[in-house]
């Protein structure tokens, strides 16, 4: 069957259809490597420089998966693969902990019990500064306060402050107040009365 021609640039793909969904899946396992090679630090505090290199990446690697086809339907097909692959890894990462060791890797433990591990922050590459300003953001005035902080697969700094130094909320307010009721009832009514 003979396409028009104002259908074909929409339709008709200059490669077949595996060798797109091949090059789909080979960019994303490449990007995928190099991500997990360069470290939960790229996403966990990503400046301008490194914004700079994913935009750069995305634009280098494009051609690698297009190929010679600028269809409508070739990045249909490219985006359909992508996304499919994706929730295939996401899956195969949730359910596994051999894929998610080796899809996501593990958390780095940064501080434990209130003392910085240098050489972790110096592993990922995060500076004392960046994580002062993680530990602020969640409630950390000093780092001897802090139980433990990781840095996640997911480049999330975790707090987990000690718990003494944790914030009160309503509900530690109203046992406390309970428990103070509970303490007045109990001594009866002369304690209550003035003296």
């Known amino acids: ?23 789909t899946i080979v960019v994303y396992l490449g990007i995928a490597i190099l991500i997990r090679v360069a470290g939960k ?11 700079i290199v994913v935009l750069l990446v995305s634009n280098v690697v494009q051609n690698s998966i297009i190929g010679p086809d600028n269809s409508v339907l070739g ?24 894929g998610r060791w080796l899809l996501v ?25 960046e994580l002062d300003l993680a530990l602020r953001r969640q409630g950390a005035d000093d780092v001897t306060e802090v139980e433990r902080a990781a840095l996640e697969p997911e480049g999330e700094i975790v707090v987990t402050l000690k718990p003494g130094e944790r914030t009160a909320t309503r ?18 009514p002369s304690a209550s009365a003035p003296a």
């Open 1 to 23: 069957m003979t396409v028009p021609d104002w259908l074909a640039p929409f339709v008709t793909m200059d490669i077949s259809l595996w060798e797109k969904v091949l090059r």
């Open 41 to 51: 630090r790229l996403l966990a505090q990503m400046n301008s420089l490194d914004l």
């Open 75 to 98: 990045g249909l097909v490219g985006a359909v693969v992508l996304i499919g692959f994706n929730a295939l890894l996401d899956r195969a990462a949730e359910f596994s902990p051999l």
């Open 105 to 129: 890797g593990n958390g780095t433990d940064l501080i434990t019990d209130g003392r910085v591990d240098a050489r972790a922050l110096a592993r990922i590459g995060l500076s004392q500064g």
């Open 171 to 188: 509900d530690d307010l109203d046992r406390a107040v309970a428990e103070l009721k509970a303490l007045i009832r109990a001594a009866g």
